[in-house]
């Protein structure tokens, strides 16, 4: 038998690998720990783009930055090159210097929403700005939102009221249905926005006020809403001078709270204002990280992010509820041919194109009823219905066609029956065309008043 201090060398020895082992463990483990956070520090800075280095962060994750006054500053990653993280703040930069402090948060890209939402105004970051107190929600969602089985949507099958007579009769929308609102600046595309925002038949209305100018907020609420309007409705407004990934999150995150309601059986109308704005968002962060430009100075991304923005909107899958949507889309320059137009109204389930001409003639809401069109409607209408509408269309394009024939007295009456017709009536059809922004037009009356103008139009075929 060994000596009691040979002996306890030997089980030193013996039981040291064991030791090495256990303790390597546990220093495996606190590295691994969620809790230990690997800082980076900020290389570079240019315009609204940020680079850091040091950290690994995914895309679609936030860090802070930390200024020399210890305020810190919210990013979020949309992009790397290398070991370099491309950012992007959510707010402001000032304050921000070469080499800060680049935390990585722990918390994923999420906002809590709920019932409480309904009446009140946030942010994109779903911050309060009515000044009604904090939101106390229970529910985080995902700002991006999953994707649908397109195969186990319920199809669309019954049309919506929007309380507009020339959209219930002429371009009747369906519930669960994507429509744009197309037009050049000054048209009145928020002016109808308001309308069908007062009038329209759904159990909650979702309001993005994406990038437009920050006095039509308050406006909207106020004027366009009212406190009725408002008790059923949630608005998301992130004017122009916030930063484009802000005005990103205001429109993901009034898709996701309509999604939220959606889920819970609600029919929801989601109304956006302006799909051009977001894209523009997306353009600047495209641009500033070094992507190339593709079509007039829209990058690759932009033209990816409007579907995936668009095809979250939508009926539900059996026992859920619905999402009818109204995007407006603006027409640069009254460009119909603008690269954000042709993408949506590719994307979209129809379209309805507001006029320059049409307003000017003081006809509202000015809509061209030759081009637009309700890719839903012959589904949710009945043959009746589209024979009328049909009828209305034909003796609108023949006026339209030889509008510069009668304006400048080169046409003499009698020369052609049709066109007299259309001559004659063209005063009903303009009032039929007009509605003031406070006359609720049902879908029922709608479709009754385009009866009777119909029933005028084919006894004028008749004889």
């Known amino acids: 038998m060994l000596p009691a201090n040979e002996q306890q060398?030997?089980?030193?020895?013996?039981?040291?690998?064991?030791?090495?082992?256990?303790?390597?463990?546990?220093?495996?483990?606190?590295?691994?720990?969620?809790?230990?956070?690997?800082?980076?520090?900020?290389?570079?800075?240019?315009?609204?783009?940020l680079e850091a280095v040091g950290c690994v962060v995914a895309v679609g994750g936030r860090c802070m930055i930390e200024g020399l006054d210890g305020a810190q500053v919210e990013a979020e990653v949309v992009g790397f090159a290398g070991d370099r993280l491309y950012l992007m703040p959510t707010g402001e930069l000032r304050g921000v210097s070469p080499n800060a402090r680049v935390i990585p948060a722990r918390t994923a890209s999420q906002v809590k929403v709920g019932p409480e939402m309904l009446g009140r105004v946030v942010d994109g970051a779903g911050r309060p700005l009515d000044g009604r107190g904090p939101l106390l929600c229970d529910d985080p969602v995902s700002l991006e939102g999953s994707a649908v089985n397109p195969l186990s949507r319920e199809p669309i099958s019954e049309p919506l009221d929007v309380g507009v007579r020339a959209i219930n009769a002429l371009l009747t929308a369906g519930r669960g249905q994507r429509l744009g609102l197309f037009a050049g600046s000054g048209i009145g595309k928020s002016s109808l926005l308001a309308m069908m925002t007062r009038f329209t038949n759904a159990d909650v209305i979702v309001v993005g006020l994406v990038g437009e100018r920050g006095r039509e907020v308050k406006?909207?609420?106020?004027?366009?809403?009212?406190?009725?309007?408002?008790?059923?409705?949630?608005?998301?407004?992130?004017?122009?001078?916030?930063?484009?990934?802000?005005?990103?999150?205001?429109?993901?995150?009034?898709?996701?709270?309509?999604?939220y309601f959606r889920?819970?059986?609600?029919?929801?109308?989601?109304?956006?204002?302006?799909?051009?704005?977001?894209?523009?968002?997306?353009?600047?962060?495209?641009?500033?990280?070094?992507?190339?430009?593709?079509?007039?100075?829209?990058?690759?991304?932009?033209?990816?992010?409007?579907?995936?923005?668009?095809?979250?909107?939508?009926?539900?899958?059996?026992?859920?509820?619905?999402?009818?949507?109204?995007?407006?889309?603006?027409?640069?320059?009254?460009?119909?041919?603008?690269?954000?137009?042709?993408?949506?109204?590719?994307?979209?389930?129809?379209?309805?194109?507001?006029?320059?001409?049409?307003?000017e003639e003081g006809i509202y809401p000015p809509i061209d009823i030759e081009t637009s069109v309700s890719r839903s409607m012959p589904r949710v209408t009945s043959p009746q219905h589209q024979a009328?509408?049909?009828?209305?269309?034909?003796?609108?394009?023949?006026?339209?066609?030889?509008?510069?024939?009668?304006?400048?007295?080169?046409?003499?009456?009698?020369?052609?029956?049709?066109?007299?017709?259309?001559?004659?009536?063209?005063?009903?059809?303009?009032?039929?065309?007009?509605?003031?922004?406070?006359?609720?037009?049902?879908?029922?009356?709608?479709?009754?008043?385009?009866a009777a103008l119909a029933a005028q139009i084919t006894r004028g075929k008749d004889a």
């Not at 106020?222 to 406190?227: C, K, M, P, Q, R």
Request: aromatic share 8%; glycine share 8%.
């Open 9 to 49: 060398v030997a089980e030193f020895v013996l039981n040291r690998p064991a030791r090495w082992t256990d303790r390597l463990n546990r220093l495996r483990e606190s590295v691994s720990d969620p809790g230990i956070v690997v800082e980076g520090k900020l290389a570079r800075a240019a315009g609204m783009a």
């Open 219 to 259: 406006e909207f609420v106020e004027d366009n809403l009212g406190e009725e309007g408002l008790r059923r409705s949630v608005v998301v407004a992130t004017p122009a001078d916030c930063s484009p990934l802000m005005r990103i999150h205001g429109a993901w995150l009034a898709t996701s709270v309509a999604e």
């Open 263 to 359: 889920d819970q059986g609600k029919d929801v109308l989601l109304l956006m204002d302006s799909l051009t704005r977001f894209a523009q968002a997306q353009r600047e962060i495209g641009l500033a990280i070094g992507e190339p430009p593709a079509t007039k100075g829209y990058p690759p991304s932009v033209f990816a992010r409007l579907p995936q923005l668009v095809e979250r909107a939508g009926a539900g899958v059996r026992g859920q509820g619905s999402i009818t949507a109204f995007y407006t889309v603006l027409a640069e320059g009254d460009d119909e041919h603008d690269p954000i137009v042709d993408a949506a109204r590719a994307i979209l389930d129809g379209h309805v194109m507001l006029s320059r001409r049409i307003a």
């Open 388 to 450: 009328w509408a049909q009828a209305f269309r034909e003796i609108y394009s023949y006026y339209v066609r030889h509008r510069d024939l009668i304006t400048v007295g080169a046409y003499q009456s009698g020369s052609d029956p049709r066109l007299d017709k259309a001559i004659a009536m063209w005063p009903a059809i303009e009032d039929f065309l007009s509605q003031s922004m406070h006359e609720d037009v049902g879908l029922q009356s709608s479709i009754d008043e385009l």
